[in-house]
């Protein structure tokens, strides 16, 4: 198994831009997650979803966007890149949810530059 | 609001000791911890979980202690080597989610 796969690695975007970031998880996990980390923090929890179809925010939606339509796929969506939005971006996944003790497995990053 | 904390944001340690990294949480409503490591570069990987009926669990050189009077979870890790150079994060449930604290870095010199 490939685990949780985040594309693009890396990315520099113009302010303004949008885009998409990939994540891919081949566990059939039901639930995935977009967290942002910022230099020197914990992460934070920006969408997360429960199963195809649904999806609820975190602590820091503001100017992201989600969609889940498949079980294994779960991208998140830059409408107009702002400099507060650079940061590095991880997607996670897992069987159950955290209150059902079951830990969550994590991609290993979209690194994100807005200038 | 909610938090979780770590008591220092950097230890260092010679190859051979036992380190000790530190948490406090905020809420007392979580019911379940994790410990990850952090490599440079590397999303986090999952080290050890605990949940809040137990006190400590025992993983291969790691040893994870909760004390839920204080609110305080703790990860050792035992005759540390220099592969255990890392950012070590805790984190708690909240519902669907969990919630994450800043980190400590640990640094270890042969």
């Known amino acids: 198994n490939a685990g949780v796969t985040q594309t693009p690695k890396f990315r520099i975007l113009k302010i303004g831009q949008s885009m998409t970031l990939q994540c891919a998880q081949d566990m059939n996990h039901n639930y995935m997650y977009w967290y942002r980390q910022d230099p020197g923090m914990g992460l934070k929890l920006i969408y997360y979803s429960v199963g195809a179809g649904i999806t609820d925010k975190g602590e820091v939606p503001n100017g992201y966007n989600v969609s889940r339509s498949t079980t294994e796929d779960f991208p998140l969506r830059l409408e107009l890149a702002a400099p507060s939005q650079t940061s590095v971006y991880f997607c996670?996944?897992?069987?159950?949810?955290?209150?059902?003790?079951?830990?969550?497995?994590f991609g290993d990053g979209t690194r994100l530059s807005i200038l | 609001g909610e938090s979780v904390g770590l008591h220092l944001p950097t230890l260092s340690v010679q190859e051979g000791d036992n380190s000790i990294i530190n948490c406090a949480y905020s809420n007392s409503a979580s019911d379940y911890f994790i410990w990850y490591k952090q490599e440079s570069g590397k999303g986090p990987q999952f080290i050890i979980d605990i949940r809040s009926n137990m006190d400590k669990r025992q993983g291969q050189r790691v040893t994870v202690l909760l004390n839920k009077t204080v609110k305080h979870l703790s990860l050792q890790i035992a005759a540390t080597q220099p592969g255990d150079s890392a950012v070590y994060f805790c984190?708690?449930?909240?519902?669907?989610?969990?919630?994450f604290g800043k980190g400590t870095t640990l640094s270890v010199s042969s």
């Open positions: 984190a708690s449930s909240k519902g669907a989610a969990l919630i």
């Open positions: 996670a996944s897992s069987l159950g949810q955290a209150s059902r003790k079951q830990p969550q497995h």
